[in-house]
C-alpha cells in the first residue's frame, strides 16, 4: 500500500519560511516525478512545483518561483518543499503527489494516482 505522508505546515508570519515533507511507504521515490499542489478557500486545485523522474529537474510556478524550492532525499525517500518569503497569497493547503507512470513534469492533477493527506499552510500578521 503506498502513502505519501505530509508534515511541516503551520502558521508564519509574512516574510517567513516554512519546509514541508512528503515521505513516501510503498514507493521509491527515486526517479519519480513528484507534484506540489495547494488549494486555497474558494480555489481550485492548482500545481505550484514539479520535479521530474528522469533528470531531476525542477519547474516551479510563476507565483513561486525564486521563493520556493523542491528537494529530494532518497536516502530517506523524502521529498522537500522550501518555502521562503512567503505572502498570505500562499496560504492554502498544500499536497504532494506522483504517479509511477509519470515521466514529464505536469500541473494536471488527473494525471497523479497517489495524493498525500494535506497540509495546511497559514501565512498571516
Known amino acids: 500500500q503506498v502513502q505519501l505522508v505530509e508534515s511541516g505546515g503551520g502558521l508564519v508570519q509574512p516574510g517567513g519560511s516554512l519546509r514541508l515533507s512528503c515521505a513516501a511507504s510503498?514507493?521509491?521515490?527515486?526517479?519519480?516525478?513528484i507534484g506540489w499542489f495547494r488549494q486555497a478557500p474558494g480555489k481550485e486545485r492548482e500545481g505550484v512545483v514539479c520535479?521530474?523522474?528522469?533528470?531531476?529537474?525542477?519547474y516551479y510556478a510563476d507565483s513561486v518561483k525564486g521563493r520556493f524550492t523542491i528537494s529530494r532525499d532518497n536516502a530517506k525517500n523524502t521529498v522537500y518543499l522550501q518555502m521562503n518569503s512567503l505572502k498570505p497569497e500562499d496560504t492554502a493547503v498544500y499536497y504532494c503527489?506522483?504517479?509511477?507512470?509519470?515521466?514529464?513534469?505536469?500541473?494536471?492533477?488527473?494525471?497523479?494516482?497517489?495524493w498525500s493527506q494535506g497540509t495546511q499552510v497559514t501565512v498571516s500578521s
Open positions: 520535479i521530474e523522474g528522469r533528470d531531476g529537474r525542477p
Open positions: 510503498g514507493l521509491i521515490l527515486d526517479y519519480k516525478t
Open positions: 503527489a506522483t504517479d509511477p507512470s509519470l515521466r514529464l513534469c505536469t500541473y494536471y492533477s488527473s494525471y497523479y494516482l497517489y
